[in-house]
């Protein structure tokens, strides 16, 4: 029993040190709680967390494009590359993933709630859907001029590849808009 107990106790704190420690890239998506240290049954007990009242409304969930891994940097070939570095490449994920929430919140509000510029933001969001981007999340160049302070320029579209590359972004073709 001692040794089972030495035993939880060394993998709480290999645990706690792997918390302590997490890299930043993989912080920025975390988004669970860290668990309190526990060390018998009576303190499990106490520290389980209350339930949380349910929402009246249900809140859609947004997807994310997910960060580039290390490991998949290094898999980029140097010729779609470039000189970009891998900060780059995922400031920029962050970036879209601002536009996204954004555009969802607008997309969720009712219409009554709407000032005139974001009914008109809303009524344009609609005109943009397609048959294939129906029921997804999507954003055009238009949304990323709109929410964030990226530039449209060469560096941003090779960016766009590159996550095309690693299946973290999808490319639609419409008559007039490309979807991302």
């Given at each position: 029993?001692?040794?089972?107990?030495?035993?939880?106790?060394?993998?709480?704190?290999?645990?706690?040190?792997?918390?302590?420690?997490?890299?930043?890239?993989?912080?920025?998506?975390?988004?669970g709680t860290?668990?309190?240290?526990?060390?018998?049954?009576?303190?499990?007990?106490?520290?389980?967390?209350?339930?949380?009242?349910?929402?009246?409304?249900?809140?859609?969930?947004?997807?994310?494009?997910?960060?580039?891994?290390?490991?998949?940097?290094?898999?980029?070939?140097?010729?779609?590359?470039?000189?970009?570095?891998?900060?780059?490449?995922?400031?920029t994920v962050?970036?879209?993933?601002?536009?996204?929430?954004?555009?969802?919140?607008?997309?969720?509000?009712?219409?009554?709630?709407?000032?005139?510029?974001?009914?008109?933001?809303y009524h344009?969001?609609?005109?943009?859907?397609?048959?294939?981007?129906?029921?997804?999340?999507?954003?055009?160049?238009?949304?990323?001029?709109?929410?964030?302070?990226?530039?449209?320029?060469?560096?941003?579209?090779?960016?766009?590849?590159?996550?095309?590359?690693?299946?973290?972004?999808?490319?639609?073709?419409?008559?007039?808009?490309?979807?991302?």
């Amino acid at each position: 029993l001692q040794d089972l107990q030495k035993s939880a106790e060394k993998d709480l704190l290999e645990a706690q040190h792997l918390c302590e420690n997490i890299p930043q890239p993989l912080k920025r998506t975390q988004t669970g709680t860290a668990m309190p240290a526990v060390k018998n049954k009576e303190q499990r007990k106490a520290v389980n967390p209350k339930q949380a009242k349910k929402p009246t409304k249900e809140t859609r969930v947004t997807k994310k494009v997910g960060l580039i891994t290390a490991e998949e940097f290094r898999g980029i070939p140097k010729y779609m590359r470039g000189r970009i570095t891998y900060e780059q490449i995922n400031t920029t994920v962050d970036e879209i993933n601002k536009a996204v929430e954004r555009k969802c919140k607008i997309l969720q509000q009712p219409l009554k709630s709407m000032n005139a510029a974001t009914r008109n933001l809303y009524h344009r969001f609609k005109e943009e859907e397609t048959k294939g981007t129906k029921g997804v999340f999507f954003i055009v160049e238009a949304d990323i001029k709109e929410f964030t302070e990226l530039k449209m320029d060469k560096r941003f579209h090779i960016i766009l590849s590159i996550l095309r590359h690693c299946r973290r972004l999808r490319e639609v073709h419409s008559s007039k808009l490309v979807h991302y």
